[in-house]
């Protein structure tokens, strides 16, 4: 499995995005309840806790999906906060869903120049009308979808229909498609889900090589070696509320998480230790 050269201590890197006091409820039910985080540039950070704990509620509103009910979004000290998804994209905080969410009706590559459109100079106009400038640009952003089909290792299924891809190479198909917009911070929602073993070790490895591409990283995810093993810092929620932040090891140990949600065999479980901060000791 690939291992960074150099990895970032996170601990000493500035805030990259900040989340105060967050609040949503929905029909009276509290989803997300007055939740601080934070994200250091050059980390990957992870977000767990059970079922409906308001994971993917966070994600919609930090991401721009959700209006939120009180609260603030900060990206690079600036409010992002009732940005529309397009706009908090623009700034540099790219998402993944947890319900893959590609095009069956276009190739793979096609679906990873949607991301790459959104880095586009010409406009929709220029484009339409086949302005000069439009080709050139075109042939870059291709180039620039094949790079990424690369770095999943699709680039020999460039041409083919997404449909026809196993569940697995869609869900990396997607990832590439976030990358593509060139994002400061990426938020994977669930990204292991349905992956079979060997598919998630492929995940991990993915996610150090986008690590190591200077890609600030936070992630939903309930496989708990995947977790463990390749996040720095992991905050947690359950009911809505955040009950615990810290490093895997902290986590482990914390008897209000086991209680919640890691369980008590993990009272006895061997503390796993994550592979990036490994290389920075």
């Not at 601990?11 to 985080?37: C, I, P, R, T």
């Not at 250091?40 to 308001?54: F, T």
């Not at 720095?232 to 914390?254: C, F, H, M, S, W």
Request: hydrophobic residues 45%; negative net charge; proline residues 4%.
């Amino acid at each position: 499995m690939h291992q960074p050269e150099k990895t970032r201590n996170t601990a000493k890197s500035s805030v990259l995005l900040e989340a105060k006091q967050l609040f949503k409820s929905f029909g009276g039910v509290v989803a997300v309840n007055k939740v601080d985080l934070s994200v250091r540039s050059g980390e990957v950070m992870a977000l767990i806790g059970p079922n409906g704990a308001g994971k993917t509620t966070l994600f919609n509103l930090i991401s721009g999906a959700h209006a939120l009910d009180q609260g603030q979004v900060l990206f690079e000290g600036k409010s992002i906060s009732g940005l529309s998804p397009h706009r908090v994209a623009e700034a540099g905080v790219v998402r993944t869903f947890q319900n893959l969410q590609i095009f069956d009706n276009m190739t793979v590559l096609e679906n990873v120049l949607v991301g790459c459109h959104l880095q586009g100079r010409t406009g929709f106009l220029a484009a339409a009308f086949r302005l000069p400038g439009v080709a050139g640009e075109d042939i870059q952003l291709r180039a620039q979808a094949l790079e990424y089909l690369e770095m999943i290792g699709l680039a020999d299924r460039a041409n083919d229909p997404a449909s026809s891809l196993p569940y697995g190479q869609q869900r990396l198909v997607e990832i590439a498609r976030a990358l593509a917009v060139k994002p400061k911070l990426l938020l994977l929602d669930e990204p292991a889900a349905g992956l079979t073993h060997v598919e998630t070790e492929e995940l991990d490895d993915l996610i150090y090589r986008i690590h190591d591409r200077g890609i600030t990283v936070l992630l939903v995810e309930h496989d708990m070696n995947l977790v463990m093993g390749i996040a720095g810092r992991i905050a947690v929620l359950n009911y809505g509320q955040k009950i615990a932040d810290g490093t895997p090891a902290e986590i482990q140990a914390d008897t209000a998480v086991i209680q919640a949600y890691l369980g008590a065999d993990w009272q006895n479980e061997q503390v796993i230790e994550p592979k990036l901060e490994k290389q920075d000791a």
